[in-house]
C-alpha cells in the first residue's frame, strides 16, 4: 500500500468511527423508545392484574357470604356485588389478554378463568341445595369444594400479579440499563477517535521506518559463502519499499537455484564414482575362485552390505533331466528359518516369476512375520525386500534376495543391477570352467578305464558268448511269464468289475428290501397302533394287548432291518459324519430319559457321572455318538439282572493311545466314555468274536439273551468313523465294561478316516420317526379323549387324496385318516392321481408314494408344480426304499416334506396339519 493510500486510509478511519457512534446512538434511542412502550405496556398490565385481583377478593367475599345463607335483604346486595365483580373481572381478564400476549400470562389467564368457572358450577349446586333446604350439604359444599378453588383463584391472580410486577420491574430496569449504555459510549467514542487519530499518526511513522530498517537489516545478513538458502524480505505490502523486497527476493531466488545446480551436479559426479568404486570392488573378488560355492558365499556376504540389506539369498540355476529349477546355495543372515523354500521352479513364487521375468522385484510395505531378521537380542521383520536375476545372454542363471529395515535407494538398485550383470558373466566362466575339468578328469579317468578294460576285454568275450546263450533263454522264459501275468491281470480286472458290480446290486438289493420290507410293514404298524389306541373303545383290554404284541414286535423287525442296513453301510465305508459342537449335559439328558424306565423295571442302580474337568461342549458327531452309547447301554442293561449300570464320561490326557483289541494306534483320543455293568461278564476268549457281526458271546440255540448281535459291530465301525475306538474288560460273572475313546477335535474330516468312500447303503438316520413304544399305550383318560377329539376336529371335513400303488398301504392310511373325519381319496399311480386331483381341485393335500408304475411320484409330483391350479398345494412324499438321498430329490422335485416307511401315524397327522394350516 502506498503512503498516499495509508493517509485516506487513516483519515477514512477517524471519520467511519463518527459514522459508527451516530448510527448506534440512532439505533440505541429507538431501542430506548420501544423499552419506554414497553414499559408503559407492562404497567398498564399491573394496573389490570391488580383490578382482577381486588375484585377477586370481592367476589369471593361476596359468594362467601352467599354460602352463609344470609336474609333476603342481604342475599340481594352480595348478588349485585358478586355479580357486578364477576362482570369487571371479566372485563379485565379481556383487557390483559389482548394487551400482555405472553404464554405465561396467557396460560395463568386460561387457568384463572377455568378456576372461575367451577367456582361458578360450585355457585349454581349450592343454588339448588337451598333450594332443596339442605343447609348442611351447602356448608359441606363450600368447605370441602368451594373454599379450595376460591384459594386457588386467589393464588393464580397473586402469581399473575408477580409475573406483571417482575415483567414492569424488568422493562424499568432495561431502560436505565440503556440510558447508561449510550451515555457511556458517547463518552468512550469521543475519546477513541482521539486515541485513533494519534495511533494512526503513529503508526504511519514507524511502519515506514520499520520496513525500511528490515529491508536493510535481511540485504545485511546475506552470507556470500551458503548462496543455496538466502533470506528473504517478508514484506506484503505493494508500495515502494514493497518492490525493492520483491526486487531482492527474485534476486535471491536465482543465486539459490544456480546454487542448487551445481551441487546436485557434484553429488552425481560423488555417486559416480562410489557406485564405479563398489563395482569394481566386487569385480576384483572374482578372480581366484574356482566354483559356484564360494562364488555365491563371498558375492552374498560382500553386496549385502553395501547396500545395507541385513539379510540374504542366494540361488543358483541347477538342472536335473530336463527340469530346471533354483537351488538355495548361499546366505547371509540366514537362520535357516521354515519360511519360505529350499529351492523353486521358474514362475514359482515371487522369486520364481522374476526369474520367469528376467526383471528386479522391489517389494514395499511387508508384513510382518513375512520373514523374521534376528540377533542376540531380539527379531523384526524388514522394511522392504529386492529380488535381482543374474543372466547371461537373456538366461537367468541366479537370482538373489535381499532383505533390509531400511529402504533401498535408487543409488543402491543401480549398483546391484550393475553388479548382477557382471555375475552372470562370471558365473557362465566358473559353470564352463568346472566343466572343463569335469571334463579333462573324465577323459583321464576313461583313459585309464580304457587300459585296463583293454586287458579284460578278450577274457570278457569268451564270458560274453556264454551271457549271451543264458539271456537268449531267460528272455524265452520272461515272454512266456509276461504272457502268464498278462493273463493274470485280465482275471483281476474281470474280478474287480464284478466286484463292483456285486456292490451295485447289493446297494440295490438292500434298498429294493427295504422297500419290500418296510411296504407291509408300514400297514401293519399302522393298523397295529389303530387298533391299540382303541379309540372308538370296543375293544377289551386283552385285545388292546394283542394290537400292541403286534406293533411292538412289528417295531421290532423295523429295528432289525435298520441294523442289517446299518452294517451294510458300515462294510460298503459310506458312514458320513457331521462334526459340529454337543452339549455333554444334552446327551446325559437323552439317556437318561431313554433307559431310566428300563433301570426301574428291572431294579437296577442306573448312573451317569461326568466328571468335574469335562468342558460343557465337545466336538464329534451327536447322532453316531448317541447310537454307540445307547447300543453299548442296551447290552449292558440285557445282560445285567441285578446290581447297577454306570456311564462315567472322563477327560482324559490328550495323546497317543493303543487299541489294544486291534494292535491299532490312535492319535489325538482326549474322552473317554465308560459303560459299566455287573451282569454276567465276557470270558477273555470271546473279546474278539463280539465284535464281528451276528455273533454274540452266547451263540448257541439255547441261548438265554435274544438280539442279531450287530449293535457292537456297528458301534465299533461308528467309533473308527470318530477317529477313536472300543476297549472291552471283563471278568466272567461279574461284570464287563466298554469304553469309548474319541477325539474332541471340531477338523476331523471324512477324508481323515479309513474306511473307503463308496456310495452304498440307506438313509436310516435321517428320519426322526424312531419306532413307537408299545408299553406308553393305555387306556384313553377323558382328558385325552377331549384332546383328540379338538385334534380330530382340526382335520374334520378335509379331503386328502392318496397315491400308492400297494392297496395294503392305501386301506392302512386311509384306515387311519377316518379317524379324524376325513374324506380320503386314493389313486394306484401317478397318472391316475394327477387325473383325480385334476377332478376333484377341493382337494387340500396329497400323499404321494415314490416307487409305482407307469409314473413314479418324482414324476407326478413335477407335473403338478407345473400346473397352476396345484401349484401350492401341500405335497407329502412317502418312501420306504429310504435311499441315502430321496429326502433332496424329494424336495427337489417339488414336494413339500418327506416322512419314511413305515409311517408312524401321529408324525404323519401332526405333518398333515402343519402343512394344512401353514
Known amino acids: 500500500m502506498k503512503f498516499k493510500t495509508q493517509l485516506f486510509l487513516a483519515f477514512g478511519i477517524i471519520y467511519g468511527i463518527y459514522a459508527i457512534l451516530h448510527v448506534y446512538l440512532w439505533q440505541k434511542m429507538d431501542q430506548l423508545d420501544k423499552e419506554m412502550n414497553s414499559s408503559t405496556k407492562s404497567y398498564n398490565s399491573l394496573t389490570l392484574t391488580n383490578t382482577i385481583h381486588d375484585e377477586l377478593n370481592v367476589y369471593s367475599k361476596a359468594s362467601r357470604e352467599l354460602f352463609s345463607n344470609p336474609p333476603i335483604q342481604l342475599k340481594e346486595q352480595f348478588l349485585k356485588n358478586r355479580d357486578r365483580a364477576i362482570q369487571n373481572i371479566n372485563n379485565t381478564i379481556f383487557d390483559l389478554q389482548k394487551l400482555d400476549t405472553s404464554d405465561q400470562t396467557q396460560e395463568l389467564i386460561n387457568n384463572l378463568k377455568a378456576s372461575i368457572e367451577s367456582y361458578e358450577e360450585i355457585q349454581k349446586e349450592r343454588d339448588r341445595l337451598l333450594k332443596e333446604d339442605k343447609s348442611q350439604e351447602v356448608t359441606k359444599l363450600y368447605w370441602l369444594q368451594g373454599q379450595k378453588v376460591s384459594e386457588k383463584m386467589l393464588e ?11 415483567s414492569t420491574n424488568k422493562q ?3 431502560s436505565n440499563k440503556d440510558y447508561y449504555a449510550i451515555n457511556s459510549m458517547t463518552t468512550n467514542y469521543v475519546l477513541l477517535d482521539y486515541v485513533i487519530g494519534a495511533l494512526m499518526l503513529f503508526w504511519l511513522l514507524w511502519n515506514v521506518t520499520r520496513r525500511l530498517n528490515h529491508v536493510s537489516s535481511v540485504m545485511g545478513s546475506v552470507n556470500f559463502d551458503t548462496l543455496d538458502k538466502l533470506p528473504r524480505i517478508m514484506v506484503k505490502t505493494k508500495d515502494e519499499i514493497g518492490k525493492i523486497a520483491i526486487s531482492y527476493n527474485e534476486m535471491a531466488q536465482a543465486l539459490e537455484k544456480h546454487t542448487r545446480q551445481e551441487q546436485q551436479l557434484k553429488i552425481a559426479a560423488e555417486e559416480q564414482s562410489w557406485l564405479k568404486t563398489k563395482v569394481a570392488e566386487i569385480a576384483t573378488m572374482y578372480p581366484g575362485i574356482c566354483n559356484l560355492e564360494n562364488l555365491a558365499h563371498l558375492f552374498i556376504t560382500k553386496i549385502a552390505p553395501m547396500v545395507g540389506a541385513n539379510y540374504g539369498v542366494f540361488y543358483i540355476k541347477q538342472s536335473n533331466g530336463n527340469e530346471e529349477y533354483f537351488q538355495k546355495l548361499a546366505g547371509y543372515a540366514h537362520n535357516n528359518q521354515l519360511i519360505g523354500t529350499e529351492s523353486f521352479k521358474l514362475g514359482e513364487g515371487i522369486v520364481g516369476q522374476s526369474a520367469l521375468d528376467n526383471q528386479m522385484t522391489l517389494l514395499k510395505n511387508v508384513p510382518e512375520n513375512y520373514i523374521n531378521i534376528s540377533s542376540s537380542i531380539g527379531k523384526a521383520s524388514p522394511a522392504e525386500v529386492i529380488i535381482l536375476p543374474a543372466e547371461f545372454e537373456g538366461e ?5 534376495e535381499l532383505a533390509s529395515f531400511a529402504s533401498f535407494s535408487k543409488l543402491d538398485q543401480m549398483m546391484l543391477k550393475e553388479v548382477m550383470s557382471n555375475l552372470g558373466i562370471n558365473i557362465k566362466s ?6 572343463v575339468e569335469t571334463l579333462l578328469e573324465e577323459s583321464q579317468a576313461l583313459t585309464e578305464e580304457l587300459q585296463s578294460q583293454s586287458e579284460e576285454l578278450h577274457l570278457q568275450q569268451e564270458e560274453l558268448r556264454n551271457v549271451n546263450e543264458q539271456l537268449e533263454d531267460q528272455y524265452e522264459d520272461s515272454e512266456q511269464k509276461t504272457k502268464e501275468l498278462e493273463n493274470i491281470q485280465t482275471i483281476l480286472e474281470e474280478k474287480a468289475q464284478q466286484l463292483t458290480l456285486s456292490s451295485q446290486y447289493k446297494s440295490e438289493f438292500l434298498a429294493n428290501m427295504s422297500h419290500e420290507l418296510r411296504t407291509p410293514l408300514n400297514s401293519l404298524l399302522i393298523l397295529a397302533q389303530i387298533l391299540a389306541e382303541n379309540a372308538e373303545g370296543n375293544l377289551t383290554s386283552k385285545q388292546i394287548t394283542y ?3 403286534i406293533f411292538s414286535s412289528g417295531n421290532d423287525l423295523l429295528q432289525l432291518i435298520s441294523d442289517i442296513l446299518d452294517i451294510a453301510k458300515v462294510e460298503a465305508g459310506k458312514m458320513e459324519i457331521s462334526i459340529k459342537e454337543v452339549s455333554i449335559s444334552d446327551i446325559k439328558d437323552i439317556l437318561e430319559a431313554q433307559f431310566i424306565h428300563v433301570a426301574r423295571n428291572k431294579s437296577i442302580e442306573f448312573n451317569i457321572e461326568i466328571a468335574s474337568d469335562m468342558p460343557k461342549f465337545i466336538y464329534t458327531d451327536k447322532l453316531r455318538l448317541e447310537q454307540i452309547l445307547k447300543n453299548l447301554l442296551s447290552n449292558a442293561f440285557k445282560f445285567t439282572n441285578d446290581g447297577s449300570v454306570s456311564l462315567i464320561i472322563n477327560k482324559v490326557e490328550k495323546g497317543t493311545y493303543l487299541n489294544k483289541n486291534t494292535s491299532f494306534i490312535h492319535s489325538e483320543i482326549d474322552l473317554e466314555f465308560s459303560v459299566k455293568d455287573t451282569g454276567i461278564g465276557i470270558s477273555l476268549e470271546k473279546y474278539d468274536i463280539i465284535f464281528e457281526a451276528f455273533k ?22 461308528l467309533s473308527h468313523l470318530l477317529g477313536g475306538f472300543i476297549e472291552v474288560e471283563s471278568i466272567e460273572g461279574t461284570g464287563s465294561t466298554f469304553t469309548l475313546y474319541l477325539p474332541n477335535n471340531k477338523n476331523i474330516k471324512q477324508s481323515d478316516l479309513t474306511i473307503p468312500q463308496l456310495e452304498i447303503a440307506t438313509a436310516i438316520f435321517e428320519e ?54 376325513v374324506e380320503v381319496m386314493f389313486s394306484e399311480n401317478g397318472i391316475e392321481g394327477i387325473s383325480t386331483l385334476q377332478s376333484n381341485p377341493d382337494i387340500d393335500l396329497v400323499l404321494m408314494d415314490i416307487m409305482m408304475p407307469d409314473m413314479d411320484g418324482f414324476e407326478a409330483i413335477k407335473l403338478l408344480r407345473q400346473m397352476p ?32 416307511k413305515p409311517v408312524n401315524i401321529k408324525q404323519l397327522i401332526s405333518m398333515i396339519r402343519v402343512w394344512l394350516y401353514k
Open 768 to 821: 426322526t420317526n424312531s419306532p413307537v413304544n408299545p408299553m406308553v399305550f393305555s387306556t384313553k383318560t377323558e382328558e385325552n379323549s377331549t384332546r383328540m377329539f379338538d385334534k380330530k376336529a382340526l382335520l374334520a371335513g378335509k379331503k386328502i387324496l392318496v397315491v400308492d400303488d400297494d392297496v395294503r398301504n392305501i386301506f392302512a392310511i386311509s384306515t387311519a385318516l377316518e379317524n379324524y373325519q
Open 156 to 166: 393464580i391472580s397473586i402469581q399473575l400479579l408477580t409475573l406483571q410486577s417482575n
Open 430 to 435: 566358473i559353470s564352463r570352467h568346472i566343466q
Open 869 to 900: 391350479d396345484f401349484e401350492n398345494i401341500p405335497i407329502i412324499a412317502l418312501t420306504a426304499k429310504a435311499m441315502k438321498y430321496d429326502r433332496d430329490q424329494c424336495i427337489a422335485a417339488g414336494a413339500s416334506d418327506y416322512i419314511s
Open 696 to 717: 454274540q458271546a452266547d451263540g448257541t440255540i439255547s441261548r438265554k439273551f435274544g438280539g442279531t448281535g450287530l449293535g457292537l459291530s456297528i458301534s465299533r465301525e
Open 547 to 549: 394290537a400292541e404284541t
Open 172 to 174: 424499568i430496569n432495561n
Open 396 to 400: 537367468v542363471l541366479a537370482i538373489i
